[in-house]
């Protein structure tokens, strides 16, 4: 009990860090469209990704203890279903079962679920995005979030919504993310291997991911499991682009392998003996995803504050850049009008114009023709090269602040483009001293905020 409240001390330590210092600003600035806190104030997550016909609905209906989600050989499902626990049951309901549906629109919609920010890949996805809720003991702290398979002929187009965008922020929120293969295709799906590339190391922390190899009573002899083994070995190496293999975890559905021994008779399990079945170590891990979460929290609030103040860092040095700039420019703009005036007044007296006129007079004169000048390059000159100036600027976003490291160079990557984005909305007019003092607030969260969680953690 103490531990628990000591947990939940830490965890609301850490949600005010996000609400108060990180939220504002990520807001403020366009980093964020929704506040950031509400992708980590609810339950624990587990997001099971998969080939397709890999086993992840046969794997939650078994941790579940029901068959909640459909199952069947070829692709089955194109939804995302989020399952979680219904607090309003009865507890010790003999019968798990689904006790409540909901579609997409509630889902994206309603402030309790983390998924607004989901919003953003638009009516298809919602359509294809549900909840389901289970009276299932094993929901009490955590939800399951099922994926639609990875494919290999189906393009972004044909499912309608960026589905690579969608499981990368799926698994920003998660908190243990589950990738199965099966023997049939352990060579992997295309999908599978740009999830792997592209989009799942930017958004995870290789810790939360387990790899798993389903469906290995389906391998004719030990050989054949070996090469399926050495082969999905092989084509993780490419995808993740690591030379060590990560821990692949080896298992299968008793009762699915049951029914398809009485199909195939033919098959040889018998080296299943010398394997085991780490299906429980991998509930296990399952069970253990609210022991993540905090963890998970402070990289949470670390990688955003971060990425923040690295953005924000860009913006004061582009500012600054600018306030140059333009300094300069009005220096040249006083410069062109004394010259100017100069000229108007020496052009008048040489000319023989002014013949008849006060010189007193031909001094106001020459004043006026260079504050003229001063006000036409201060109203029209300065602008256009301003707007130039900016142009230039967003050619060159890379050079505004120095990216000598990995991490620098992928938090950039990160907020690059929103950087751009805030820069083309505001023209480069916003304030230089409110970016400041965010920036200085972000950086003494990202040095001191969370290393008293840390060090609680550890
Ligand atoms: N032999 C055997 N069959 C399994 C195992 N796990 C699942 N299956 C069978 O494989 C088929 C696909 O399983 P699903 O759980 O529907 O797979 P899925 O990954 O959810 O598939 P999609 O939702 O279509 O992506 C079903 O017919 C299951 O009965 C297993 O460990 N061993
Ligand atoms: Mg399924």
Known sequence: MYRENYINALRNELLEMVERHLSPVARQYDYSEVPLETNIKWRPQVLVLGNYSSGKSTLINDLLGAKVQATGQAPTDDSFTVITYDESDEPDTPIIAVTEERDGKYLLNDAEYPFESLKKHGERFSAHFRLKKVNSPFLRNLAIIDTPGMLDSITERDRGYNYQEVIGDLAQIADLVLILFDPHKAGTVREAHTSLRDTLPARTFEDRVLFVLNRIDECHSLIDLLQVYGTLCWNLSQMTGRKDIPTIHLVYSKQAAENSRQLHNTLDTGYLRYLGNQRDVLKKAVMNAPQYRLDNLASFVETHGERLSHLLEALISYRRKRNRYRTRQTF??????????????????????????????LIIGGGLVAVLFFLGWLLIVMPYFTSRFHEKQLLQL????????????????????????????TEGKFSLSEAKAAFSSLRNLCDNGTREVREALS
């Not at 100069?342 to 006129?357: E, P």
């Not at 050079?399 to 490291?405: D, I, K, M, R, V």
């Not at 990557?413 to 083309?424: C, D, S």
């Open 398 to 425: 890379d050079q505004l602040t120095p990216l000598n490291s990995q991490t620098r160079q992928d938090n950039w990557y990160a907020v690059r483009q929103k950087l751009e984005l805030f820069l083309r909305k």
């Open 332 to 361: 040249m703009g006083l410069l062109g009008g004394i010259i100017v005036g100069t000229g108007a007044f020496i052009g008048a007296l040489v000319s023989g114009l002014a013949g008849g006129f006060d010189p007193q007079f």
